[in-house]
Nanobody
Framework: QVQLVESGGDSVQAGGSLRVSCVLS????????MGWFRQAPGKEREGVAG???????SYADSVKGRFTISKDKDKNTLYLQMNSLESEDTAMYYC???????????????????WGQGTQVTVSS
């Protein structure tokens, strides 16, 4: 059974940087479309960044130029590098996966089946 475990969440100052990670266990990450999502209190879960089986990526407008999604196939790990953090980036961050061959990445919650437990990112101004 595939499992996703996020780590790396922390409290940082506005303008700072942070990298969160997600380890996929039980299968090969190359067989999955992967994504990062976030959810702030009282708000809906939203897509932040996505990556397909290869390295095609997509980003929410709110994070373009600041966040970078990547993966290490040898470590079966997904990353989200976050720079120039803003207080609006404060949220629980989740990684998600869906097995298959995907031409495009996706930022849609409904396009994913497996979810991690989340890691908290707090940005103070």
């Amino acid at each position: 059974q595939v499992q996703l475990v996020e780590s790396g969440g922390d409290s940082v100052q506005a303008g700072g940087s942070l990298r969160v990670s997600c380890v996929l266990s039980g299968d090969n990450i190359s067989s999955y479309r992967m994504g990062w999502f976030r959810q702030a209190p009282g708000k809906e879960r939203e897509g932040v960044a996505g990556i397909n089986n290869e390295f095609r990526t997509s980003y929410a407008d709110s994070v373009k130029g600041r966040f970078t999604i990547s993966k290490d196939k040898d470590k079966n790990t997904l990353y989200l590098q976050m720079n120039s953090l803003e207080s609006e980036d404060t949220a629980m961050y989740y990684c998600a996966a869906r097995r298959g061959r995907w031409f495009s990445p996706s930022l849609q919650v409904g396009d994913y089946i497996t979810w991690g437990q989340g890691t908290q990112v707090t940005v103070s101004s």
